[in-house]
């Protein structure tokens, strides 16, 4: 607790007003802290002589008198500069309770709105396949266009800001919300007051992101009068700044001659003030209309970009312990176990504390530069989250619109500038096939190993795969699992299958030629012979890719065929251990009124 938090709760701990939670730690602040342990025994003096002044206050009763709340902050407003004042306190309060319309209206004043966050909650958007970055005509509204605008995704979350207003007077004032990311998106604000819905709205809002950066303070310098220190310890050089880029500084000295002054060297900049119209911090500035009380909630809704999350998955291979044989047809079966983890990013500019955090995976439909603000809304009007309704400490998963939506059962801090991990899901128990894929438009001599399994229940997973990066690791001869590859998958809902390509397999070799090729009349007939050598200790089976015309209406194969689609084949070619295979595909087809072609026994799943 620092204090400004632990000053707005010192009037309320004198009264006996805090939880047992906020009082212990304004103590423990207190005890620590001179200052503010001054200010909290002046306040405690000073109920303590208005305890004295009644003469029917029972002894040891002080601690049961009661000022009103609207009379404590005049309370304070006395007993705060010194306890030297402590008889005028008795007198004064005697006059506020009993005589309160003879107040002068300067001290009925209650100063301003104090404002301190209650609550976060972050909804992150991963990357949509379909994003694309604005072009270069293309405006930049705001901070959160600047990383699209040059191609990059910024990435996207809403963030829902629980808020406790204090000392908000009724009718309209201005206040400034402070703690807003630097990219935020402003037109995508929405205000809503929780305890009165009805009660809270803004006339006026202006997002101020000045911010007092060192090429911010020299532009308003421009003309003015600065100093500055060399890095090889020489004699400052004070002047006027007359211009400034990187790299230089020009500056006009006393005799009226101009300096060029290299930036790379000099140690630092020395200015009489900070310019006006800076802020150290992004921040929004509010006209809002009050209908309701001085003390309320109030919940802030926006869209910001710089934080980003990802899938990373880790997959623990458990090879077949004797390979081949008829275990080789249609493939070797291994088992794995996966653990998926949300990868979070957060280069925001702000840390949210204790935030409740929901994850949403799929492709949301974008418009850059400018942000559809529909999913704002959309979440905008759904229920608020509340604590102790998620069971468990992990994310839970729900379908959610077409998306896929994960909350973490538990708060969670995510600083800025900071990468975190959390496990997003767990199977075990996985049975993958392993195969080998020859496709000789890819590489005309290696086969891509494949590992594939289906993402059921019963195969020990079942649940949504948000889209992301599959890391293989597998025992080495040792027994000791080390990396192995690495490759990317898209969204994968349950029951589809997920297919793993590999690298390539170092002890199977493959060619490929065309071996004949005739025509009659608009009839073209072409043979390929493909040729597998496996100097593998057991039996493989390789599936080739056989890349044919569109228009092809026949085909032949020795081995088990079936197409792919239009204009693929895969061929299925059993090879025993250190030997060799060669397959050989006959086709025809005919570029005027070919085409159909089907598998010899309808197609293959």
Same mark, same amino acid.
């Given at each position: 607790?620092?204090?400004? =938090?632990?000053?707005?709760?010192?009037?309320?701990?004198?009264?006996?007003?805090?939880?047992?939670?906020?009082?212990?730690?304004?103590?423990?602040?207190?005890?620590?802290?001179?200052?503010?342990?001054?200010?909290?025994?002046?306040?405690?003096?000073?109920?303590? +002589?208005?305890?004295?002044?009644?003469?029917?206050?029972?002894?040891?009763?002080?601690?049961?008198?009661?000022?009103?709340?609207?009379?404590?902050?005049?309370?304070?407003?006395?007993? &705060?500069?010194? /306890?030297?004042?402590?008889? &005028?306190?008795?007198?004064?309060?005697?006059?506020?309770?009993?005589?309160?319309?003879?107040?002068?209206? @300067?001290?009925?004043?209650?100063?301003?709105?104090?404002?301190?966050?209650?609550?976060?909650? #972050?909804?992150?958007?991963?990357?949509?396949?379909?994003?694309?970055?604005?072009?270069?005509?293309?405006?930049?509204?705001?901070?959160?266009?600047?990383?699209? &605008?040059?191609?990059?995704?910024?990435?996207?979350?809403?963030?829902?800001?629980?808020? *406790?207003? =204090?000392?908000?007077?009724?009718? @309209?004032?201005?206040?400034?919300?402070?703690?807003?990311?630097?990219?935020?998106?402003?037109?995508?604000?929405?205000?809503?007051?929780?305890?009165?819905?009805?009660? +809270?709205?803004?006339?006026?809002?202006?997002?101020?992101?000045?911010?007092?950066?060192?090429?911010?303070?020299?532009?308003?310098?421009?003309?003015?009068?600065?100093?500055? @220190?060399?890095?090889?310890?020489?004699?400052?050089?004070?002047?006027?700044?007359?211009?400034?880029?990187?790299?230089?500084?020009?500056?006009?000295? /006393?005799?009226?001659?101009?300096?060029?002054?290299?930036?790379?060297?000099?140690?630092?900049?020395?200015?009489?003030?900070?310019?006006?119209?800076?802020?150290?911090?992004?921040?929004?500035?509010?006209?809002?209309?009050?209908?309701?009380?001085?003390?309320?909630?109030?919940?802030? &809704?926006?869209?910001?970009?710089?934080?980003?999350?990802?899938?990373? $998955?880790?997959?623990?291979?458990?090879?077949?312990?004797?390979?081949?044989?008829?275990?080789? =047809?249609?493939?070797?079966?291994?088992?794995?176990?996966?653990?998926?983890?949300?990868?979070?990013?957060?280069?925001?500019?702000?840390?949210?504390?204790?935030?409740? *955090?929901?994850?949403?995976?799929?492709?949301?439909?974008?418009?850059?530069?400018?942000?559809?603000?529909?999913?704002?809304?959309?979440?905008?009007?759904?229920?608020?989250?509340?604590?102790?309704?998620?069971?468990?400490?992990?994310?839970?998963?729900?379908?959610?619109?077409?998306?896929?939506?994960?909350?973490?059962?538990?708060?969670?801090?995510?600083?800025?500038?900071?990468?975190?991990?959390?496990?997003?899901?767990?199977?075990?128990?996985?049975?993958?096939?392993?195969?080998?894929?020859?496709?000789?438009?890819?590489?005309?001599?290696?086969? =891509?190993?494949?590992?594939?399994?289906?993402?059921?229940?019963?195969?020990?997973?079942?649940?949504?795969?948000?889209?992301?990066?599959?890391?293989?690791?597998?025992?080495?001869?040792?027994?000791?699992?080390?990396?192995?590859?690495?490759?990317?998958?898209?969204?994968?809902?349950?029951?589809?299958?997920?297919?793993?390509?590999?690298?390539?397999?170092?002890?199977?070799?493959?060619?490929?030629?065309?071996?004949?090729?005739?025509?009659?009349?608009?009839?073209?007939?072409?043979?390929?012979?493909?040729?597998?050598?496996? !100097?593998?200790? $057991?039996?493989?089976?390789?599936?080739?890719?056989?890349?044919?015309?569109?228009?092809?209406?026949?085909?032949?194969?020795?081995?088990?065929?079936?197409?792919?689609?239009?204009?693929?084949?895969?061929?299925?070619?059993?090879?025993? /251990?250190?030997?060799?295979?060669?397959?050989?595909?006959?086709?025809?087809?005919?570029?005027?009124?070919?085409?159909? #072609?089907?598998?010899? !026994?309808?197609?293959?799943?």
């Amino acid at each position: 607790m620092n204090c400004d =938090r632990a000053n707005e709760l010192l009037m309320d701990l004198v009264y006996g007003e805090l939880s047992e939670q906020d009082a212990q730690a304004v103590e423990q602040h207190t005890s620590a802290c001179e200052k503010c342990a001054a200010e909290l025994a002046e306040l405690r003096l000073g109920r303590s +002589l208005l305890a004295r002044q009644r003469g029917d206050e029972p002894a040891g009763a002080s601690s049961l008198l009661v000022i009103p709340k609207r009379l404590r902050w005049r309370l304070r407003r006395f007993v &705060a500069s010194s /306890a030297a004042v402590a008889a &005028a306190i008795v007198i004064g309060v005697t006059v506020w309770m009993f005589h309160e319309s003879t107040i002068p209206s @300067v001290h009925a004043n209650p100063g301003k709105a104090v404002i301190t966050q209650t609550g976060v909650s #972050l909804t992150i958007i991963s990357r949509p396949d379909n994003y694309r970055a604005p072009r270069g005509n293309e405006q930049q509204s705001n901070r959160g266009d600047y990383l699209m &605008a040059r191609g990059i995704w910024p990435g996207l979350a809403l963030v829902r800001d629980q808020r *406790l207003v =204090r000392r908000l007077k009724k009718g @309209v004032s201005e206040i400034s919300f402070t703690g807003v990311p630097s990219g935020i998106l402003p037109d995508t604000i929405r205000l809503r007051g929780v305890d009165h819905p009805d009660g +809270l709205s803004i006339l006026e809002q202006n997002y101020q992101y000045d911010l007092a950066s060192a090429s911010a303070v020299l532009k308003r310098y421009v003309d003015k009068q600065i100093t500055i @220190v060399p890095k090889d310890g020489g004699k400052p050089v004070t002047g006027v700044l007359v211009s400034f880029d990187a790299q230089t500084l020009v500056v006009q000295i /006393a005799d009226g001659g101009l300096r060029n002054i290299d930036r790379i060297h000099t140690r630092s900049i020395g200015f009489a003030k900070l310019p006006s119209g800076l802020l150290t911090r992004p921040t929004l500035v509010w006209e809002l209309e009050n209908r309701a009380a001085r003390k309320q909630n109030f919940e802030v &809704a926006y869209l910001t970009g710089g934080l980003n999350w990802r899938a990373d $998955y880790v997959l623990k291979l458990k090879p077949a312990v004797k390979p081949g044989g008829e275990n080789a =047809r249609p493939g070797i079966v291994d088992t794995a176990d996966l653990v998926g983890y949300a990868t979070i990013t957060n280069n925001s500019g702000v840390t949210y504390e204790n935030a409740q *955090l929901k994850l949403m995976a799929g492709d949301v439909n974008l418009i850059p530069p400018e942000i559809s603000i529909g999913v704002a809304e959309y979440y905008y009007k759904g229920t608020r989250f509340e604590d102790g309704k998620l069971g468990g400490r992990g994310f839970k998963e729900k379908s959610f619109f077409e998306y896929h939506l994960y909350t973490l059962g538990r708060a969670t801090t995510i600083a800025n500038a900071e990468t975190k991990q959390i496990e997003l899901l767990s199977g075990s128990g996985i049975k993958l096939n392993r195969g080998y894929v020859y496709d000789p438009r890819a590489n005309r001599t290696a086969v =891509r190993v494949v590992s594939e399994f289906k993402n059921t229940e019963e195969n020990g997973l079942g649940k949504p795969l948000p889209k992301g990066i599959v890391r293989l690791y597998a025992p080495d001869p040792e027994g000791v699992d080390s990396y192995v590859s690495q490759v990317s998958i898209d969204h994968t809902p349950v029951n589809e299958k997920v297919r793993l390509m590999w690298g390539h397999a170092f002890d199977i070799a493959c060619s490929s030629k065309d071996t004949k090729f005739s025509r009659n009349g608009n009839d073209r007939h072409q043979t390929v012979e493909y040729q597998i050598r496996n !100097h593998k200790e $057991y039996d493989v089976t390789v599936t080739i890719i056989a890349h044919v015309p569109a228009s092809t209406y026949k085909a032949g194969c020795q081995y088990s065929w079936h197409v792919r689609q239009v204009g693929m084949i895969e061929i299925d070619v059993f090879v025993r /251990a250190n030997s060799a295979a060669t397959a050989t595909l006959s086709y025809s087809y005919n570029n005027t009124s070919g085409g159909g #072609l089907t598998s010899p !026994h309808g197609n293959k799943e």
